[in-house]
């Protein structure tokens, strides 16, 4: 296989505005077809990116023997059963953040893709293949701020409209599952282990019945990350990864802009080093990252496993939290 050709699940605004054009530029790589419940925007969406195929539903565009790979950016309660259905489609999934609602429904998705050994899975976490990200992995790893100790992460925006799909409980809505999971995947990726203890702490809106503001504590072994993530705030991200000998400061650092150069800071010794990257989009990164996977049969730069154990710090918080919303996710 030469070139890894594309469906698209639904015309949602990531895909439509973001992964579709990343797809479109990768390596290898083409969007064959895109399907919406609805045949007339699929064909519009279809026509405004130059997709050649449209289809009025899901169960067309899986049926479709020309499609290698599904890109589900669907809602959150519909990941798991849309990528078991692409699978037993034969297709490879790349699928949207969270994986899932929670553990459980994760470990379910796994079990499903080991009757498909051939086929890739992924959850689509594309910060991780931003050189920012790469770069900064690296400097913790190679010791150059001392020994880790905390990570602090704020991620927010405002978002008050009823009718989005992330005031939607029973779409799994809610600030921790849209963009809390970015704060608790960071920590993870840089501890490089799984907190022993998570704490957490979150404010429901009673009219939506979804977390307008979560804050969390995870403590590692080795030291401890904090965060909080808001959808009634203004709209603000960092990470500030402090060592013993040395900080690293990513001011943005979960969807960095693809045409514009990225900086990190260093401090170490009372001095500071911007690290300037060149535009990279990140989407287009992890895109040629999977395709790569599919054509040399390797396996994903983040397999399933690393999806099951964000969940399982999810839930943790969410029984640390109490106060749960009605649909019990």
């Given at each position: 296989?030469?070139?890894?050709?594309?469906?698209?699940?639904?015309?949602?605004?990531?895909?439509?505005?973001?992964?579709?054009?990343?797809?479109?530029?990768?390596?290898?790589?083409?969007?064959?077809?895109?399907?919406?419940?609805?045949?007339?925007?699929?064909?519009?969406?279809?026509?405004?990116?130059?997709?050649?195929?449209?289809?009025?539903?899901?169960?067309?565009?899986?049926?479709?023997?020309?499609?290698?790979?599904?890109?589900?950016?669907?809602?959150?309660?519909?990941?798991?059963?849309?990528?078991?259905?692409?699978?037993?489609?034969?297709?490879?999934?790349?699928?949207?953040?969270?994986?899932?609602?929670?553990?459980?429904?994760?470990?379910?998705?796994?079990?499903?893709?080991?009757?498909?050994?051939?086929?890739?899975?992924?959850?689509a976490f594309m910060y991780r293949f931003?050189?920012?990200?790469?770069?900064?992995?690296?400097?913790?790893?190679?010791?150059?701020?001392?020994?880790?100790?905390?990570?602090?992460?704020?991620?927010?925006?405002?978002?008050?409209?009823?009718?989005?799909?992330?005031?939607?409980?029973?779409?799994?809505?809610?600030?921790?599952?849209?963009?809390?999971?970015?704060?608790?995947?960071?920590?993870?990726?840089?501890?490089?282990?799984e907190p022993n203890e998570v704490s957490?702490?979150?404010?429901?809106?009673?009219?939506?019945?979804?977390?307008?503001?979560?804050?969390?504590?995870?403590?590692?072994?080795?030291?401890?990350?904090?965060?909080?993530?808001?959808?009634?705030?203004?709209?603000?991200?960092?990470?500030?990864?402090?060592?013993?000998?040395?900080?690293?400061?990513?001011?943005?650092?979960?969807?960095?802009?693809?045409?514009?150069?990225?900086?990190?800071?260093?401090?170490?010794?009372?001095?500071?080093?911007?690290?300037?990257?060149?535009?990279?989009?990140?989407?287009?990164?992890?895109?040629?990252?999977?395709?790569?996977?599919?054509?040399?049969?390797?396996?994903?730069?983040?397999?399933?496993?690393?999806?099951?154990?964000?969940?399982?710090?999810?839930?943790?918080?969410?029984?640390?939290?109490?106060?749960?919303?009605?649909?019990?996710?």
């Amino acid at each position: 296989m030469k070139t890894v050709r594309w469906g698209i699940l639904s015309t949602a605004k990531i895909a439509v505005e973001k992964v579709i054009p990343a797809i479109q530029q990768a390596e290898n790589s083409t969007v064959s077809a895109i399907s919406s419940r609805s045949a007339e925007k699929a064909d519009a969406i279809a026509n405004k990116l130059d997709i050649p195929t449209s289809y009025g539903s899901y169960e067309e565009l899986l049926n479709d023997a020309n499609i290698d790979a599904i890109y589900n950016p669907l809602p959150n309660h519909l990941h798991v059963p849309k990528s078991i259905e692409a699978l037993q489609h034969q297709k490879h999934v790349l699928c949207e953040k969270p994986i899932s609602l929670d553990e459980n429904e994760a470990q379910n998705l796994l079990f499903a893709s080991q009757q498909f050994p051939d086929l890739k899975i992924m959850e689509a976490f594309m910060y991780r293949f931003h050189p920012q990200w790469r770069k900064a992995k690296s400097i913790v790893d190679s010791g150059k701020i001392g020994n880790l100790q905390t990570i602090e992460s704020f991620f927010s925006y405002y978002n008050d409209d009823p009718a989005d799909i992330r005031n939607n409980p029973d779409m799994g809505g809610g600030g921790l599952m849209d963009i809390g999971c970015y704060c608790i995947s960071v920590s993870r990726f840089l501890f490089d282990s799984e907190p022993n203890e998570v704490s957490g702490y979150w404010k429901i809106n009673p009219e939506t019945n979804v977390d307008y503001i979560a804050s969390g504590v995870l403590n590692f072994r080795d030291g401890t990350a904090t965060f909080s993530c808001s959808t009634k705030a203004t709209p603000y991200q960092h990470v500030n990864v402090v060592g013993t000998e040395g900080r690293i400061v990513i001011p943005i650092p979960f969807n960095p802009p693809s045409m514009k150069k990225t900086t990190i800071t260093l401090h170490k010794d009372q001095q500071s080093e911007n690290i300037i990257f060149d535009p990279a989009n990140h989407y287009t990164l992890e895109v040629e990252a999977f395709n790569h996977a599919i054509r040399n049969n390797t396996t994903v730069p983040t397999p399933l496993d690393d999806a099951i154990k964000n969940m399982h710090v999810i839930d943790r918080f969410r029984r640390s939290a109490g106060s749960s919303p009605p649909n019990g996710y």
